[in-house]
């Protein structure tokens, strides 16, 4: 796997784990458990996905001259996660725990499919495209590590 396709797969685990245990402690009806577990996900998604739109995205788009590809079905269901964290938002304020486990399993099932098509098809491509220009994807690289760093530590 190459230095991107690494990196942002051990992002994804991290952020399935915090994931996972906002999903057990609604599912125990922990809600103080949950709502610390959720902001720390709710932290690393939001992250994650503005690495991917600010940093990464358009490095890939100026590379191929493509920005209506992938790149562009990847933001639209960025947008599809953020609309789905806004009704767990309102599922936790609520303490409801069907409506939580709805929209958590949604919103699962979106990531599952969203992360496998990044994964196997689009880090590899930013891998190969980018990884051409040694100098650039160094800076690029350095950029995105310190981004998710301060993510999941600030
Ligand atoms: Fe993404």
Known sequence: MDRLTRLMHQHHGHCDE?????????RSADWPSCA?????FRADLLGHLDVEEGRIFPA??????NAGGPTRVMRSEHDEMRELLSWLDDALAARDADAFG???ETLLILMQ????????????????????????FGALMGEVEQA???VSHG
């Not at 499919?113 to 650039?136: S, T």
């Open 113 to 136: 499919q969203h992360n496998m098509k990044e994964e196997n098809i689009l880090y590899p491509m930013c891998d190969q495209v980018l990884g051409g220009d040694a100098a650039a």
């Open 36 to 40: 610390d577990s959720f902001a720390r």
């Open 102 to 104: 709805d929209a958590t």
């Open 148 to 150: 998710l760093a301060e």
């Open 60 to 65: 890939f788009e100026r590379q191929t001259g």
């Open 18 to 26: 915090v994931f996972a245990a906002a999903e057990a402690a609604a």
